[in-house]
């Protein structure tokens, strides 16, 4: 499956983006989507993820637990991470990826969000 995250750019403090991560080559709803982000200097963390369309439970890290949406379109094999109340602190690259309970796992490219007035 390949991924293609989009729709990052810049918005002032207090705004809202939705990244979409849409999907080819396979459908997406038999896998896990997890939304990441990695800022300047930091390592890599986890955002929030949905599971598999049977289950579709969301989960989030803390930091962003209630700004943040995570939601699936099948039929446009997307999914989509609605972001609100955006803070200078959310500015980061953003990826997605795609995994199965076997353990794969596949990536999308990064898009950039940057918060800033």
């Known amino acids: 499956v390949q991924l293609q995250a989009s729709g990052g750019g810049l918005v002032q403090p207090g705004g809202s983006l939705r990244l979409s991560c849409a999907a080819s080559g396979s459908t997406l709803d038999r896998y896990a989507i997890g939304w990441f982000r990695q800022a300047p200097g930091k390592e890599r963390e986890a955002v929030g993820c949905i599971t598999a369309t049977s289950d579709g439970s969301t989960y989030y890290a803390d930091s962003v637990k209630g700004r943040f949406t995570i939601s699936r379109d099948s039929a446009k094999n997307t999914v989509y991470l609605q972001m609100n109340s955006l803070t200078p602190e959310d500015t980061a690259v953003y990826y997605c990826?795609?995994?199965?309970?076997?353990?794969?796992?596949?990536w999308g490219q990064g898009t950039q969000v940057t918060v800033s007035s």
């Open positions: 990826r795609a995994g199965l309970a076997t353990g794969t796992v596949y």
